[in-house]
C-alpha cells in the first residue's frame, strides 16, 4: 500500500520562529489533508490539498503532486501551535493513510 | 460551520463489555468513516460506509466491529467484546463523496478499557 512519511518526527522552536514540515508519499494520491492534533487529541482540519498552494493566516501549504511531496509552513509561530501535525492521502478508494506526524513544541 | 459531533467524549469500560461509539456526520455527507489512534501512533482507517453498506475495511474491523446507520442522522460504531487492546481514540469522519473530495473530521471518543 501506499507509505506515508513525515519528517522532521520532533522540532522544537523558539515563539516567533518559521518552520516546515515535510511530507512524502509513495504513489498518485487524489486526496491530501494537513491535520493537527491538538493537546485534547482533536484533529483540526488545517487544509485539503491534492495539489498547489494554499494559505490561512499563518499557516500555508504546498502540494507537488507530480513529486509526490507537501510541504506545511508555519510562519511566527505561537506556543498554541503546539502538537502534532500529521498528514494523510488517499488514493482512488476512500481510505485516508496518516503518516507518523511531526511533534512540534513550541516555547516562549 | 456545520461540523461532525461524536458522543461521548470519554467512555471507560471494562473487558469484554459491548460499547457503542455515536457520530452525527454533516448532514449533507454521504460517506462516513471511523478511524482510530492507539495512545502515541499515528490514526488509522477501520472502515468506510456508503448507502447503508461497508464501502472498504481495513484489517483491523474484523468481526467483534459493526457499523450502523440507525436513522437519517446518527452513525455508530459498536466493538462486540472490548479488550484492552482497543483503548483508543475513535474518530468519526464524514465526506459529500468519496475520491477527491475532503474529509471532516470528528472531536473523537476517548475509549478506555480496563
Known amino acids: 500500500g501506499i507509505q506515508v512519511e513525515q519528517s522532521p518526527p520532533d522540532l522544537i522552536l523558539q515563539e516567533g520562529a518559521n518552520s516546515t514540515l515535510r511530507c512524502n508519499f509513495s504513489?498518485?494520491?487524489?486526496?491530501l489533508q494537513w491535520f493537527h492534533q491538538n493537546p485534547w487529541g482533536q484533529l483540526i482540519n488545517l487544509f485539503y490539498?491534492?495539489?498547489g498552494t494554499k494559505q490561512n493566516g499563518r499557516l500555508s501549504a504546498t502540494t507537488v503532486a507530480t513529486e509526490r511531496y507537501s510541504l506545511l509552513y508555519i510562519s511566527s509561530s505561537q506556543t498554541t501551535d503546539s502538537g502534532v501535525y500529521f498528514c494523510a492521502v488517499s488514493m482512488a478508494g476512500t481510505a485516508l493513510i496518516f503518516g507518523k506526524g511531526t511533534t512540534l513544541s513550541v516555547s516562549s | 460551520e456545520p461540523e461532525v459531533t461524536q458522543t461521548p467524549s470519554h467512555q471507560v469500560t471494562q473487558m469484554g463489555q459491548e460499547v457503542i461509539l455515536r457520530c452525527v456526520p454533516i448532514?449533507?455527507?454521504?460517506?462516513f468513516y471511523w478511524y482510530r489512534q492507539i495512545l502515541g501512533q499515528k490514526v488509522e482507517f477501520l472502515v468506510s460506509?456508503?448507502?447503508?453498506?461497508?464501502?472498504?475495511k481495513s484489517e483491523i474491523f474484523d468481526d467483534q466491529f459493526s457499523v450502523e446507520r440507525p436513522d437519517g442522522s446518527n452513525f455508530t460504531l459498536k466493538i462486540r467484546s472490548t479488550k484492552l487492546e482497543d483503548s483508543a481514540m475513535y474518530f468519526c469522519a464524514s465526506s459529500v463523496a468519496s475520491g477527491t473530495v475532503e474529509q471532516y473530521f470528528g472531536p473523537g471518543t476517548r475509549l478506555t478499557v480496563t
Open positions: 448532514s449533507n455527507h454521504l460517506y
Open positions: 460506509f456508503y448507502n447503508n453498506e461497508i464501502s472498504e
Open positions: 490539498i491534492p495539489s
Open positions: 504513489d498518485s494520491v487524489n486526496n
